[in-house]
């Protein structure tokens, strides 16, 4: 498979903020690669750069196999950009600010009708074609930054959170049109903090802390890196703290936290612990109200690869 970005010991530094700290990566042609982080990780500043419309300290960039520059107007050419606050023109419609930014790289009149109507279908803003930017709510106003960014079906997409502070429904149409805008042969680079969007959409994660990659692969691969397989959680009122080393010495039982009435145990191995910990509970009478198994989530891995939540 042909790489479409290369990245090799990209440093970028603020100041006395070092943002970005010897970054390198590839991102495959015709992959969702995600970029997640918490805020101030440094994905926005890893974009720009990648974009060249940072100035970096050091470090190399190749797109499409050639090297990224200010000036690579036809490197340029061939991206779609949906930044992270949203840029479109007030005093144009829906479909107005569609077509101009169409406009800027397409010239047959025809073609480019095609080409904003696609758009408008992938975003689902078929209804909202004579709306004015203000008229829109906050989902569908990203809807329409994201319809800008991506209308003359660019070989490589940038979008940068492109659902924060989307409804869930929006977000999931969101979410659909990048995957269609995939399966149609672009390739997607997807920053988010939220874990689970990456979990729907990316088929490779590169996780960020502090500008630097602290995992990346598949999401199985980076599950594995946890090494958890099982995680519980069960809501019990005032457990006796006495339970938990008990708790802890069940099979498989690889660590647990007992906080606001919440127990979460997890597991290295199996997908069948709870029935020892019903038999357990059982046993000592211990209620019980919610109970729960999941596969552990990115947010495990990444609490267990830095000792932080990767939640706001
Ligand atoms: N123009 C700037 N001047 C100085 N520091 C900056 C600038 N832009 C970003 N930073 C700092 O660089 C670090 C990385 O910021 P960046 O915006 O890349 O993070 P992010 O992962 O995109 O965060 P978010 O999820 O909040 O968008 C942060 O500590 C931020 O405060
Ligand atoms: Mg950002």
């Not at 992959?31 to 982080?37: A, P, V, Y």
């Not at 709306?131 to 930054?145: A, D, E, I, M, T």
């Not at 938990?244 to 997890?266: A, F, G, P, Q, R």
């Amino acid at each position: 498979m042909k790489n479409v970005i290369e990245v090799k010991n990209l440093t970028k530094e603020y100041k006395q903020l070092r943002a970005i700290d010897d970054l390198s990566f590839t991102v495959r042609e015709g992959e969702i690669l995600g970029l997640l982080g918490p805020n101030g990780s440094g994905k926005s500043t890893t974009i720009n750069c990648l974009l060249s419309l940072l100035k970096f300290n050091s470090g190399n960039i190749k797109i499409f196999g050639q090297d990224m520059m200010p000036d690579a107007y036809e490197i340029k050419r061939n991206i779609g950009v949906v930044f992270q606050d949203v840029a479109v023109f007030d005093e144009l419609t829906v479909y107005d600010n569609i077509n101009y930014f169409c406009g800027l790289y397409i010239a047959d009149k025809k073609l480019r009708n095609q080409y904003v109507e696609d758009a408008i279908t992938l975003v689902g803003l078929e209804n909202y074609k004579k709306f004015y930017p203000k008229q829109l709510s906050g989902g569908l106003l990203r809807r329409l930054n994201i319809a800008c960014g991506i209308v003359h079906k660019p070989k490589l997409i940038f979008l940068d959170e492109p659902t924060v502070a989307v409804d869930p429904q929006s977000r999931n149409n969101i979410l659909d049109g990048i995957k269609s805008l995939r399966d149609q042969g672009a390739t997607i680079v997807y920053t988010t903090h939220y874990m689970e969007e990456v979990e729907i959409i990316c088929d490779r994660v590169i996780i960020l802390d502090k500008g630097k990659i602290i995992a990346s692969g598949t999401i199985d691969e980076l599950k594995a890196l946890a090494n958890i397989e099982e995680k519980v959680t069960l809501e019990v009122i005032d457990l006796d703290l006495k339970y938990l080393d008990e708790i802890k010495k069940l099979k498989h039982v690889d660590d647990i936290s007992y906080s606001n009435n919440l127990l979460i145990i997890t597991y290295t191995k199996g997908k069948n612990n709870l029935v020892d910990l019903i038999d357990f509970l059982k046993l000592n009478k211990i209620n019980y109200t919610k109970i729960f198994s999941e596969r552990p989530t990115l947010n495990d891995v990444f609490l267990y690869l830095t000792g932080k939540e990767l939640r706001d």
